[in-house]
């Protein structure tokens, strides 16, 4: 702004120049005077105008100045608050960051072992290990060892799962934990127009299990009714019961009852309670002579009590009859001490 004033001042000052050069060349020395005064009153109002100018723009500058360093206050202020909130948002970025790197992990792992359990299912005998530790883990945490026995063999030969032989009778509960998974598989993978066919299969399948156990582990005499197939999945049983009731309604028909891991735990409970009940039973002998040996030494207490109080009441007795002859005695006593006796009364006396 500085350098515009001062172009604006030197034009002038130009074109002052030129009027009186002009003038003096026409009019002669006086009016040359003229313009020099003319010139010179310019010139200070000039002067004064550029001074003001100056001062108007020092305060310009002042207030540029001013408002400049607010400014930078602001943004510095501003900055600081945005880097403090930025490096906040990217400490928790990472912390997310890290949960779910973390969640990541566990989701490769988890699908791993997905993976790894698909394997076990699809082959036959690695399933049905797997069926057979599942069922083996809920018996031997809920019965005693000695009731239950794995791979029992019965008397046509045939080897079931798990025998548990109740207290008190010769016929023992049979488990299988085999199922037919691979009809269940492609029935969940399959399309609609498939669908009807993998139903057909999944039945068939179940119909031929059903008669297996049937037909190798329910023994009259020898085991019990209905045997029990375990299926170790709550899904497959859900299915079961939802999509092949008449697979299991011809299941009991056989009688063979299909059960879940929920199932069979609530099966084993009742088993415990009937153990138990067993075993009171077989106590009960035992039981009945405590109680007679019991009654034995309260009879025997009762008597030694009545014998004591018999004692104490002749004690009793005693100490009256003790207590009346003092009395007596006292009494003799008393008398005599009042009898005045005379000489010949206390000579005969002494004599007597």
Known sequence: MLAAVLAVALILLAILAALVWGRSRVGG???????LQSLSASQSEIAGRFAQALAGQRELQNVLAARLEALD???SEN???TATKTAETL???QTRLSVID???KNISALSGQVVSLQEILSNKQARGLFGQAQMEAIIADALPPGVYEFQASLSNGCRPDCVIRLPGT???????SKFPLESFTALRSSSEAERKSAAASVRADMLKHVKDIADKYIIPGETQTPAIMFVPSESIYADLHESFADVIQRAQRAQVIVVSPNILLLAITTVQTVIKDARMREQANQIQKEVGILLQDVKRLGERVGNLQRHFAQADGDIKDIATSAEKIVKRAG???AVELGPAESKLAVES
């Open 91 to 93: 400490g928790g970025l």
């Open 335 to 337: 008398t005599i001490e």
């Open 29 to 35: 020395a006086g009016e040359m005077a003229l313009g």
């Open 170 to 176: 010769k016929t023992a509960i049979v488990i299988d």
């Open 79 to 81: 900055l600081k608050d």
């Open 102 to 104: 973390e969640a990541q």
């Open 73 to 75: 206050q602001r943004l």
